[in-house]
């Protein structure tokens, strides 16, 4: 497998300003670029899209692309969402100890698998696992 991660600028300035004319359409047309790139190298590997929560994103971009996410299953692979103890859960719950955001993780991580998303990079995977397929149980009754 061979993950496609968006990220604006390096991790030393992607978080200085990071600004977008349409952070959705501009991690689109980022991730179609790459999958062109990718398909001429003719390699055997699979691809997962990682829109990269928190990576050269501001509050307002993390929560556009979340809530839109489902745009990126046109794509025509698998996504993957790391929104575990990010940044983006502190800035709406004010919980400054990354150990304390697991309610807005799962939150995250339950709203994004109604949306389609099936890959998560998660810290706490008991406590994840629990809830999905909690979540999972009672749609499905």
Do not use: A, C
Not at 30 to 43: D, L, R, S
Not at 53 to 78: A, Q
Request: aromatic share 10%; proline share 3%; charged share 25%.
């Amino acid at each position: 497998w061979k993950i496609i991660h968006h990220m604006q600028g390096t991790p030393q300035t992607m978080q200085i300003n990071p600004s977008y004319k349409n952070v959705l359409l501009d991690i689109y047309d980022f991730f179609e670029k790459e999958i062109e790139k990718f398909k001429k190298t003719k390699n055997n590997r699979k691809l997962i899209l990682d829109p990269g929560i928190g990576f050269g994103k501001k509050l307002k971009h993390n929560l556009i692309i979340l809530n839109k996410i489902s745009l990126f299953h046109s794509l025509g692979f698998p996504i993957l969402l790391g929104t575990s103890r990010k940044k983006f859960i502190n800035q709406i719950s004010g919980k400054h100890d990354t150990k304390e955001r697991i309610g807005g993780t799962l939150s995250s991580v339950i709203f994004s698998f109604s949306q389609g998303i099936k890959i998560f990079r998660v810290h706490n995977v008991e406590e994840v696992k629990q809830g999905l397929l909690v979540f999972e149980t009672l749609l499905n009754k």
